[in-house]
């Protein structure tokens, strides 16, 4: 079992930057897939970003180009760099640890969020 601690949202203007960060815990935390989704209202959650404990990465079209997800397995710690914000994305964003199956992911662990308000 992993418990996972989010932190680092806020209110950023439109084109602003913000990095989130994931602080898990137990030894096996590096071992996992660890994905950030997000949650805004009256939307369908979505996955925006994955990172495998290889080191792979994927994105969601949505945000490619602008956000990137990166661990530190010494710190137990995953990332994600979000910039070129638009108020599009506004939502809670939860890390979530899991494994990668196939072509897909499995999450079984997740944060309690911390929410993103992009506006002027």
């Known amino acids: 079992q992993v418990q996972l601690v989010e932190s680092g949202g806020g209110l950023v203007q439109p084109g602003g930057s913000l990095r989130l960060s994931c602080v898990g815990s137990g030894s096996a935390f590096s071992m996992y897939t660890i994905g950030w989704d997000r949650q805004a209202p009256g939307k369908e959650r979505e996955l925006v970003a994955v990172?495998?404990?290889?080191?792979?990465?994927e994105y969601a079209d949505s945000v490619k180009g602008r956000f990137t997800i990166s661990r530190d397995s010494a710190k137990n710690t995953v990332f994600l760099k979000m910039n070129s914000l638009k108020p599009e994305d506004t939502a809670v964003y939860y890390c979530a640890a899991g494994r990668q199956t196939g072509n897909s992911y499995a999450f079984a662990y997740w944060g309690q969020g911390t929410q993103v308000t992009v506006s002027s």
């Open positions: 990172v495998t404990s290889d080191g792979s990465d």
